[in-house]
């Protein structure tokens, strides 16, 4: 499994994420909601489920898309054929799996991980999902900037080159709290701005963006930084709200709301931009919700598909 910044900053979380239409209704979203794929990412909504779990609940509350996990079909082959099949029944296409690669580490602990991701990115060919997704961590307690940027670049176009090698595309998520640069000695990658300068020292077709609505926030990237991406720039959207006890710059990274809970994000702008540059790719959410986490399995879904539902509404 992909090393996870909730793991990072030691909180528990499992590893997906929601968005859809309201329990009970059709299958089919509503035109404008269309214009994304409204995906069901489990673990980011405190959801455990297996591949085939999150597939039907999926398809129970309507998404369109569904995060993979690769890593747990390695070495299963009839499960990949089922799950495949599975897919390919309900008409859901795939959002990111995570990056298994613990890039930030030692040699021997990236190598590793670049086995693992060999395998699981083999996986996802034969599933025909194409996207995967990782984070850069905004400090470093030693490296300095120029030192993390190299080594970054280094390693994530290895990662690029393995995954390309399966037709997957590799996408990076900027974190832009400000409340975390003091967490290290090194500040380090936290705009929009330079995860594009990253992006082009990596240097590889298939490198992209994990865009997300709070870090955009966060780093006070604007309205004109997403229009000046191309659709083909962004590999996944993470949508969520901030607290609306905090100002920009005292949010807190694992402490944020499901869209439009607290009305402090601009989501239309956000979401309008999105539409504007032509993205029609998946949207998911990642409130990193005490709260939510701590609902039933179903109840999490119904609740993160509704409001998915009402923020795609605005555009």
């Known amino acids: 499994m992909a090393a996870s910044r909730r793991t990072f900053l030691k909180q528990s979380a499992l590893a997906m994420v929601a968005g859809a239409v309201p329990f009970g209704a059709p299958l089919a979203a509503s035109r404008r909601a269309a214009r994304f794929a409204l995906s069901l990412s489990p ?3 405190g959801v455990s489920v297996s591949q085939r779990q999150a597939i039907d609940l999926a398809v129970e509350f309507g998404f369109s898309a569904v995060t993979c996990a690769p890593g747990e079909l390695v070495d299963a082959p009839e499960a990949v054929a089922s799950t495949k099949e599975r897919m390919a029944h309900t008409g859901l296409q795939w959002d990111a799996a995570g990056l298994p690669v613990e890039f930030r580490q030692d040699r021997a602990t990236f190598e590793s991980g670049l086995k693992a991701l060999k395998a699981q990115a083999a996986v996802m ?18 490296r300095t900037y120029r030192e993390n940027f190299a080594l970054h670049t280094e390693r994530l176009r290895q990662c690029a080159e393995v995954a390309g090698e399966h037709g997957v595309r590799l996408g990076l998520e900027y974190v832009g709290p400000k409340t975390l640069m003091s967490r290290d000695k090194f500040a380090f990658i936290r705009t929009l701005a330079e995860a ?4 082009t ?3 590889r077709p298939n490198v992209g963006l994990v865009l997300d609505s709070f870090h955009w926030f966060c780093a006070s990237d604007t309205v004109e930084d997403l229009l000046a991406l191309s659709p083909d720039d962004i590999v996944t959207v993470d949508l969520n709200d901030a607290r609306d006890d905090l100002s920009r710059d005292e949010q807190i990274d694992n402490r944020r709301h499901l869209p439009l809970e607290t009305g402090v994000i601009d989501m239309k702008t956000f979401l309008t931009a999105l539409q504007d540059l032509g993205y029609r790719g998946p949207v998911r959410a990642e409130p990193f919700s005490q709260a939510l986490n701590e609902l039933p399995d179903r109840q999490a879904a119904q609740k993160t598909a509704e409001a998915m539902q009402r923020a795609l509404s605005l555009v």
Do not use: F, N
Not at 196 to 199: A, P
């Open 43 to 45: 673990g980011m909504i």
């Open 196 to 199: 594009r300068e990253l992006i």
């Open 125 to 142: 060919e034969q599933l025909g999902a194409t996207r995967m997704g990782t984070w850069i961590m905004p400090t470093h307690d030693s």
């Open 201 to 203: 020292a990596i240097d």
